[in-house]
């Protein structure tokens, strides 16, 4: 993956993924496939053509996407997303790292190696609702890089403040967190000169706008969104920022809902409040083993008894 990302991804363009494909397999005759290899000193083309014969054919084998393990953070609800189902896990592993896996119609979730759960594959939405969407809300989006920025600064300067600049960083955060638009120009100043102490918080903090103006563009041609998008996962991927090359993989798994996002103009902020309350009450109760008395209580909870919109996200 490594050789991938430093030679091929780096100064290209993509129109859409069908460009992207071409490239990549121009690039895999042209290029990869010539070079001598650093391990086995022969160019892979010439190693391929003497073993072809030895290989054996799959014989009705699964394809390896369905036997790959996909990685998963659980979400406070104890739940977590594949294909836009969600599947619950249990509640001690809010938070974690989990790995999915699909096998025979069923999905395993695994934690550290370990099976922890296994849920019949759900197909409802791609059978009942063919052309829906996932969506993935742009606010959200800036919420993650805004969460970097945090953990980032709370690397560069954990513990005790060390000097002005340290004790600066500590009051005044939210002036990483805060759009520029929306600072005043006292404010700009006083970010333009903590941002020259310190490069790794400056790279860190141009990632954030340029995402950000991205996300609000008025994008017409879609293709055009996605090569833009593409792009500055890269270049978060070659910051040399931890935290930053954590939400550049993150937004290259739901990439495909963050651009439905812009396609399809759907007021979120009712679900978002509605997930939110949920949360909390799972979070307090530490679970509901009856789901209808669960959708009572969020009923109570939020307010939305005579909401036919509500009873729509239920």
């Known amino acids: 993956m490594k050789y991938v990302k430093r030679n091929f991804l780096p100064g290209r363009d993509f129109i859409d993924d069908v460009d ?40 009705g084998q699964p394809p390896y996407r369905l036997e790959a393990r996909l990685p998963r953070i659980v979400a406070e609800d104890y739940l977590v997303s594949v294909d836009t189902n969600r599947y619950s896990v249990p509640f001690a592993l809010i938070g974690q790292a989990v790995e999915v896996a699909r096998r025979d119609g069923q999905i395993e979730i695994f934690h550290r190696g370990n099976l922890v759960i296994r849920h019949a594959e759900l197909s409802i939405i791609v059978a009942r609702l063919s052309r829906a969407a996932h969506i993935l809300d742009h606010f959200l989006i800036v919420q993650w890089v805004n969460e970097a920025l945090t953990q980032l600064r709370g690397r560069l300067f954990s513990g005790t403040p060390k000097g002005k600049l340290g004790r600066t960083f500590k ?19 006083l970010l333009a000169a903590l941002m020259e102490r310190n490069e790794p918080l400056y790279k860190a903090y141009l990632l954030k706008e340029q995402l950000r103006a991205i996300l609000n563009y008025p994008w017409k041609y879609i293709g055009a969104m996605r090569t833009r998008l593409q792009k500055w996962m890269v270049e ?13 993989v993150r937004l290259a798994e739901h990439i495909d809902a963050v651009i439905a996002g812009h396609q399809h103009d759907v ?33 109570q909870r939020c307010s939305l008894t005579d909401n036919p919109w509500a009873r729509i996200i239920l």
């Open 20 to 59: 992207f494909k071409e490239q990549l397999v121009e690039w895999e005759i042209e290029i990869a496939d010539q070079r001598v290899h650093g391990t086995t000193h022969e160019r892979p083309i010439d190693r391929f053509a003497r073993e072809r014969e030895h290989l054996v054919p799959l014989a």
């Open 171 to 189: 009051v005044k955060k939210w002036l990483l967190l805060s759009a520029r638009a929306r600072l005043k120009q006292k404010e700009k100043r």
């Open 236 to 248: 978060a991927l070659g910051a040399g920022l931890e935290e930053f090359e954590r939400v550049s």
């Open 267 to 299: 007021p979120l902020g009712l679900a978002e409040s509605v997930n939110s309350k949920i949360a909390v009450l799972r979070f307090q109760a530490r679970g509901y083993s009856d789901p209808e008395y669960f959708k009572l209580k969020i009923f």
